[in-house]
T-cell receptor, first 115, second 109 residues
Framework: KAGVTQTPRYLIKTRGQQVTLSCSPI?????VSWYQQTPGQGLQFLFE???????NKGNFPGRFSGRQFSNSRSEMNVSTLELGDSALYLC??????????????FGPGTRLTVT | EDQVTQSPEALRLQEGESSSLNCSYT??????LFWYRQDPGKGPEFLFT???AGEEKEKERLKATLTKKESFLHITAPKPEDSATYLC??????????FGSGTRLSIRP
């Protein structure tokens, strides 16, 4: 099976712009989660989608949003970018329907740099 | 509040020198405890899932164990290629997965 794919792999944006990141989960996985990883804060949970519905959300401002399509592919959007949004954004898919009970398979990440 | 704490933050070992990494957790209803390995600039790679106290899983030089309050990742006779950051995560009945801050493991040849 193909793994989790994320596009683009690298992105440079200017403060105030917006960005959309894409994630394709492993075939058959309906749960997709997004994380932000920075050296100082570690892995921070953004949100989880299951069957096109957001069922969990982390403590991030409303500038961070996401959605999931009927084929389980997911996108996350960050509007009005700030310098502090520079991070590695990771997408993970999971095989089970019960949140928190199954392992996650991570993509390679999108490295976002905000200047 | 659900919490996951990993120790030590960093560990340097000589090749062949066995040791253990610790993951302590407090969670309202454990749904699963997960170990991952992460290499620099890459996404975490799944290693093990543990569901109940007393459970053990093994893979090559790694062995994960679970008690009601903590999990250990034992590394036996490590090699330089085992150098990575090891992450512990807990799934709770609040339907969330919380990650620890990780242990950076370095194995010297």
């Amino acid at each position: 099976k193909a793994g989790v794919t994320q596009t683009p792999r690298y992105l440079i944006k200017t403060r105030g712009q917006q960005v959309t990141l894409s994630c394709s989960p492993i075939s058959g996985h309906r749960s997709v989660s997004w994380y932000q990883q920075t050296p100082g804060q570690g892995l921070q949970f953004l949100f989880e989608y299951f069957s096109e519905t957001q069922r969990n959300k982390g403590n991030f401002p409303g500038r961070f949003s996401g959605r999931q399509f009927s084929n389980s592919r997911s996108e996350m959007n960050v509007s009005t970018l700030e310098l502090g949004d520079s991070a590695l954004y990771l997408c993970a898919s999971s095989p089970g329907s019960r949140s928190g009970a199954y392992e996650q398979y991570f993509g390679p990440g999108t490295r976002l740099t905000v200047t | 509040e659900d919490q996951v704490t990993q120790s030590p933050e960093a560990l340097r070992l000589q090749e062949g020198e066995s040791s253990s990494l610790n993951c302590s957790y407090t969670v309202s209803g454990l749904r699963g405890l997960f170990w991952y390995r992460q290499d620099p600039g890459k996404g975490p790679e799944f290693l093990f899932t543990l569901y109940s106290a007393g459970e053990e899983k093994e893979k090559e030089r790694l062995k994960a164990t679970l008690t009601k309050k903590e999990s250990f990742l034992h590394i036996t006779a490590p090699k330089p290629e085992d150098s990575a950051t090891y992450l512990c995560a807990v799934g709770s009945s609040a339907s969330k997965i919380i990650f620890g801050s990780g242990t950076r493991l370095s194995i010297r040849p």
